[in-house]
């Protein structure tokens, strides 16, 4: 069992940036790959970035991509979504997710845990 919480969220003008961070707690955080997802009001869960237990690989959504930068620390059972030059269009939900086999990044099917959230807001 993995118990996850996010934190770090706010409101931000456009070009600001944030960090979020996902505190986990439990067994083998070092062993699970691990996935930042957002939701914006109706619109569905999207995958934003993960990284794997050692941290070699870290996929990222297009839209992200030079802007967002994902990172983990297994000593501190802690993930990282570093967050710049932000636009209005990032503002969502954010959670993050653990997965003990991923297969697909973009899944959720392929997570197993996940946080309560935190709102990201960028205003214009």
């Known amino acids: 069992q993995v118990q996850l919480v996010e934190s770090g969220g706010g409101l931000v003008q456009a070009g600001g940036s944030l960090r979020l961070s996902c505190a986990a707690s439990?067994?083998?955080?070092?062993?699970?790959?691990m996935g930042w997802f957002r939701q914006a009001p109706g619109k569905e869960r999207e995958f934003v970035a993960g990284i794997t237990w050692s941290g070699i690989r870290t996929p990222y959504t297009q839209s992200v991509k030079g802007r967002f930068t994902i990172s983990r620390d297994n000593a501190k059972n802690t993930m990282y979504l570093q967050m710049n030059s932000l636009k209005p269009e990032d503002t969502a939900v954010y959670y993050c997710?653990?997965?003990?086999?991923?297969?697909?990044?973009?899944?959720?099917?392929?997570?197993?845990?996940w946080g309560q959230g935190t709102q990201v807001t960028v205003s214009s």
């Open positions: 439990g067994r083998s955080f070092s062993s699970y790959a």
């Open positions: 997710a653990a997965s003990k086999v991923i297969n697909v990044w973009t899944s959720t099917d392929d997570y197993d845990y």
